[in-house]
């Protein structure tokens, strides 16, 4: 059974940094596109990072991807976001989720999702 737990949640003041772990088991990460995802309070669901399993680039739907990164470690099967320059707009819960080979920004293409975790920025 394919299982995603995402960790690192939490409370940071604005300009602050944040790193998400998302831990896989149940399968290899490597062959599957990996996108983190948020939700704010009364808002949809959208993309904020995908990397893609096909060529190992990273790719961001808009302009989060110069104050976040992704990265693998691939001995632990999990993968990070790193948040950094954290603004109150980013507060939200942060899903990790896994889709084979490709990235989408259509959370509906994900089969598989973490419980989410919570990220707070307020000063």
């Known amino acids: 059974q394919l ?12 300009g602050g940094s944040l790193r998400l772990s ?3 088991s149940g399968f290899v990460l490597d062959n599957y596109a990996i996108g983190w995802f948020r939700q704010a309070p009364g808002k949809e ?3 904020v990072l995908c990397e893609d399993a096909v060529d ?3 790719y961001s739907p808009g ?17 990070h976001l790193q948040m950094s320059t954290l603004e109150p707009e980013d507060t ?19 089969e598989t999702w973490g419980q989410g975790t919570q990220v707070t920025v307020s000063s």
């Open 56 to 58: 190992g680039q990273t």
């Open 63 to 79: 302009s989060l991807k110069g104050r976040f990164s992704f990265s693998r470690d691939n001995a632990k099967n999990t993968v």
């Open 92 to 110: 939200g819960v942060y899903y990790c989720a896994a889709r084979e080979r490709v990235c989408s920004w259509s959370p509906e293409m994900y």
């Open 3 to 14: 299982h995603l737990v995402e960790s690192g949640g939490g409370w940071v003041q604005p």
């Open 45 to 47: 669901r959208e993309a």
């Open 22 to 24: 998302c831990e896989a």
